[in-house]
């Protein structure tokens, strides 16, 4: 290969676009840098960028192929879902609301900025709140 003409398949860009795992922790990573950096700016008049990591969690993918979701829901007051699964496991954010989360035996609460990692097994999610709750789910399954 001739360095002063480098092959476009070889370029970081290129190699980062191709792995679906590597674009979904970019979109995960920009969705909640925006969600922080909007929540910081509306409290903070000095300019500058706050990155902070709201939840780091090794991923052990069972396929090469992985099909990224970034999916939003909304839970009307007082809304429990019925028992179900979701394709894949992924970090769930918080943006309005509180909700009971029971996953594999546990009961956990999360309430507006929290972020909680969701297994894929059997749960239900429950607005525990008087107000319409929002749930982000990142979602990363096997392609079919």
Do not use: C
């Not at 191709?18 to 910081?40: G, Y």
């Amino acid at each position: 290969m001739n360095p002063q003409n480098p092959d476009p398949k070889d370029s970081l860009l290129n190699k980062f676009i191709r792995s679906p795992a590597r674009f979904f922790i970019a979109v995960v990573l920009i969705l909640i840098l925006f969600f922080v950096v909007e929540a910081v700016s509306a409290d903070d008049p000095k300019p500058g960028l706050i990155r902070t990591t709201l939840m780091e969690n090794p991923v052990e993918l069972s396929s090469k192929s992985v099909n990224a979701k970034v999916i939003r829901v909304t839970f009307p007051p007082a809304f429990k879902t019925p028992w179900h699964t979701h394709e894949g496991p992924g970090p769930r954010y918080v943006v309005k609301g509180k909700l009971k989360v029971t996953e594999d035996g546990k009961v956990n609460t999360y309430s507006i900025g929290e972020v909680f990692w969701e297994s894929g097994k059997l749960m239900a999610v429950e607005n525990v709140a008087t107000e319409t709750a929002e749930l982000i789910i990142f979602e990363l399954a096997p392609t079919r």
